[in-house]
């Protein structure tokens, strides 16, 4: 979905392999997630200590860029109800 709430769809079929065109885009707060879940999990599963903190140190940074996507998105809400 985009800022305004409307399915994304990729379309351009040299921008995207086959299989993804049609399909919806992912949001930048989806992929901050599903990349921050993926850290958590690959620190769970690293072989030594300092690939699983290295795996957490991303698995933070992606945390607070959610945060600040959720805060974004708030703000803008909040913005948006403002308007007559």
Do not use: N, W
Request: charged fraction near 25%; aromatic fraction near 6%; charge should be negative.
């Amino acid at each position: 979905m985009d800022a305004h709430g409307a399915s994304v769809e990729l379309e351009d079929a040299e921008a995207a392999p086959a299989a993804f065109v049609g399909t919806p885009a992912e949001t930048d707060l989806q992929f901050y997630s599903r990349r921050g879940l993926e850290e958590s999990r690959s620190a769970k599963r690293a072989a030594c200590p300092r690939a699983a903190a290295a795996h957490r140190y991303l698995a933070a940074s992606y945390s607070s860029l959610v945060k600040r996507e959720m805060e974004t998105a708030a703000a803008l809400d909040s913005l948006a109800r403002l308007i007559p």
